[in-house]
């Protein structure tokens, strides 16, 4: 059961010293060696210790929903249809909820057809199912620079070769697209499909332009290449506006992932994949291997919601809320960090911050937790290295006076750092000392 | 984007007839390719059609469940717990339902730690994540034959190459594993784990004999060869027998998978496996990828349920209601079909039925559809093309009477087909005349 290829053998003898412990650390797939450590439990442990404010996290803050509502719509659907609420379902998804999703996605334009949606364990196992059924081994995926962890994650264990390109704030740069597509086919790599969030980016916070898209979706077209274009912050701007979906350029070229997870609720774990026909039909055999189907509690729970509650309010209570902590955090920005840059977003969850030059956002962060505060390394979004001297704060989870504390805190931790450069010329004194640790790289 | 490498390239033109309208057959990874069409939604279209006496899916009849107690305690859940119930979670699964899981399979004779468990979307996903951390495409798995259908799609997806060994009324025969072990260690594949349901298995019907069970273990620990034990039956012994689990002979070797959707309800997709630590540590990383975290609604649903409610008492009601159905298959069968064999099942949802000779299980299933009743045909239970001569027959889902009345329209099936064995020499005239079509090989 030992060395049964060459590259998980190199990995295994590169990690053996960690792994002595584990008898069965020779079987396992070269895909299992190559999931990276994500940090989210600690995060998570960190970020339940009351005393830490947490920058770090994209929970959305759903303390406003509707719970007196909620507990007797579930209680109805319980008591009045339990056994069918209960009961195992189809790979696709309820065709009821997907009805409720073709109205959900009509407010971003799109139109499209119950039969293109499959209904999904949030929005990450469609990510998770696009990449199976379209990335072999060594594969290549193009995806926007930062981008999404989660994505990253996934494209990570299918073993893809992610090409970065690089965005502005008007979002992923077409010119830079079709570069890197042509670049790719003369050198002979095969493009599974470009990985994009164009709506209040993550965790860049901008929008891909309205002159843009339809260029990426024509650059796609003409390189014969799918688009994914995942779109969970696309109902949260923060003045009611609505961007176009890619979809709408070209159906025929674009996987679309929509979640219910940051406009309602996460516990419930129901997003969806909108796809070509015949990609969709792949998906639910995908769909079928992997969980059967997904839950019915959640999906007739969302369903029940969405036709009797005015949901297009909450999700506008939401903006309303959202919005007031993008102003509390950039405010303290303004205030406490006037020494880095950041965008203003117009939307979604995040603020992309440029640090000092010669910190190092992934080396300051354990120092920054013993100041009790957290936030993501620039590192995380890149799969190449790139982004130590940025870092993703989160306005979305803690009240605002949190993030004004929070960001104080930050600042508190950037001045020290910045002393240590001058008197040092680096603040990464781990680096120099050789002994650096894993990083906190959270989702 | 065409032609990345010769598998996929021959699977590609092997079946370009049926895909020219798919644009992107090309870009699909091998194993999108390998994923066999399931026929899971034909099926639940059939069942769910009123006429048709389906003895084929494996739903669990709920309708029993205490739907008054469920609604209260769920109103109550989301009153008082509301935000936390509606949050994201942890990628290992909620501790408090872990406890509860560890009391779940204390009923078994379990003893382990609730950082070993790792909660999954329904066992399903379980298994899903068990072979995407284990197998390379190539690797081998040995499955008990027949072995659950949804394990072999997994299996299939993940390009495993899966090796049979016989089963007996006594369950997997320990020689047979012995020697097929060693045949393959000296041929040089290795083996990544074995995969058995030793409880009223899925389809045979039987239990793993007492006596076998330490041998199974002791021949797993021998070759160094991990067991996946998939247990969703185990509970539900007619005469309130319990059967000690693998797990318990050497926690070491043996990853155990529980669901509650057979216990309870398969509704909220929550199941859960218990493995090494380390091996649990991989399951995370691959959880947090596919899915981020199990819903949380269901979690603490199911965590509540199991505190305050006599979930044992629900399980002793399944208990006598699907023997009265188990009791209704076989008298039925002693009636109408005594020219075939069965076994009589001491517990879980199913009885495995071998036909007359000269019939083909696959090729009769459109007849019998035709006539209103639905079977498993025993070839979904193989992946080297055996089975024809059985089905599968499962008396879970309808009641009594219609277990009855399916069985007798299956004996005016399975008479006509003797009739034209009898006169062609075959039943199977599809295939007699060159024109066979895919069958319906259901989960």
Same mark, same amino acid.
């Given at each position: ?38 940090? =989210?439990?600690?995060?998570? #442990? ?58 959900? /996605? ?13 209904? !999904? ?9 696009? !990449? ?10 193009? *995806? ?27 979002? /992923? ?6 570069? =890197?597509?042509?670049?790719? *086919? ?56 609505? /961007?176009?979906?890619?979809? =709408? ?28 026909? *015949? ?71 995040? !603020? ?8 190092? #956002? ?70 120099? *000392? ?10």
């Amino acid at each position: 059961m030992s060395g049964q290829n060459s590259i998980s053998s190199k990995i295994a003898s590169a990690a053996a010293a960690g792994t002595r412990l584990d008898p069965w650390f020779d079987a396992y797939a070269d895909r299992a060696l190559g999931m990276k450590q994500s940090e =989210t439990r600690s995060l998570f #442990a960190v970020a339940n210790r009351p005393e830490v404010v947490s920058l770090a996290g994209g929970m959305p803050n759903i303390v406003g929903l509707p719970l007196d509502f909620l507990a007797d719509m579930t209680a109805r659907l319980i008591r009045e249809r339990g056994p069918q609420l209960l009961q195992y379902g189809g790979g696709q998804g309820e065709e009821e909820l997907r009805e409720m999703i073709l109205e959900v /996605m009509r407010a971003e334009g799109i139109r499209a057809h119950v039969d293109n949606i499959v209904v !999904t364990t949030g929005s990450q196992q469609a990510l998770d199912l696009v !990449t199976q059924i379209f990335v072999n081994p060594g594969d290549t995926i193009v *995806a926007e620079a930062p981008s999404y962890v989660g994505a990253l994650g996934v494209f990570r264990a299918y073993q893809a070769n992610v090409v970065h390109v690089p965005m502005d704030a008007d979002g /992923m740069i077409p010119q830079a697209l079709d570069e =890197t597509l042509t670049r790719l *086919a003369a050198e002979g790599k095969p493009v599974k499909f470009i990985y994009t969030v164009p709506n209040f980016h993550n965790p860049g916070g901008v929008c891909m332009s309205d002159e843009r898209r339809p260029q990426v979706v024509e650059i796609a077209r003409r390189h014969h290449v799918l688009i994914l274009e995942d779109n969970p912050y696309g109902m949260l701007g923060f003045d009611d506006q609505v /961007m176009r979906p890619l979809q =709408t350029y070209d159906p025929d070229v674009v996987v679309y992932l929509g979640s219910f997870s940051k406009t309602f609720a996460p516990g419930y774990r129901v997003g969806w994949a909108l796809a070509p026909h *015949a990609v969709t039909q792949r998906l639910v055999l995908a769909n079928e291997n992997a969980v059967l189907s997904p839950t019915k509690v959640g999906q007739l729970s969302i369903a029940e919601y969405l036709r009797t509650y005015d949901w297009m309010a909450q999700i506008k209570e939401y903006r309303s809320m959202y919005k007031g902590r993008r102003d509390a955090m950039v405010g303290a920005l303004a205030k406490y960090l006037p020494q880095c840059e950041w965008n203003v977003p117009e939307g979604g969850f995040y !603020t992309w911050v440029k640090i000092p030059d010669g910190l190092d #956002a992934k080396a300051m962060l354990p120092r920054a937790t013993a100041k009790l505060v957290a936030y993501v390394s620039g590192t995380a979004f890149y799969m190449d290295g790139q982004g130590s001297d940025h870092l993703r704060l989160s306005y979305c989870y803690p009240p605002e006076e949190s993030i004004v504390e929070g960001v104080r805190r930050l600042a508190g931790v950037i001045e020290s750092e910045q002393e240590l450069v001058g008197l040092f010329g680096t603040a990464n004194l781990r680096k120099r *000392a050789g002994t650096e640790r894993p990083g906190t790289d959270v989702v």
